[in-house]
């Protein structure tokens, strides 16, 4: 029973040990990034729109959203690289 309870836990270690176990969660595909660029290409849209409509308040938050959203893919390209 001991033996089968260490055999266990030296498997357990070995996988949490393993990089690929870490690189798979962390990966996104090229295609997952292609959208993020859209919807950033689509947030400036937007708030273009909004500032002709005089919703400036508005414009703000989707600007700040847009910053963070190319922060973050910006952050995954290194990831990748």
Do not use: H, W
């Amino acid at each position: 029973m001991i033996f089968i309870l260490i055999s266990i836990s030296v498997m357990l270690v070995a996988l949490l040990e393993c990089p690929a176990f870490y690189f798979k969660e962390n990966l996104m595909s090229k295609q997952q990034l292609q959208r993020l660029q859209q919807d950033s290409a689509q947030l400036e849209m937007f708030a273009n729109k909004l500032t002709s409509e005089g919703k400036l308040d508005l414009v703000k938050k989707i600007k700040a959203k847009k910053e963070y959203l190319d922060n973050y893919i910006t952050t995954k390209r290194v990831e990748a690289a």
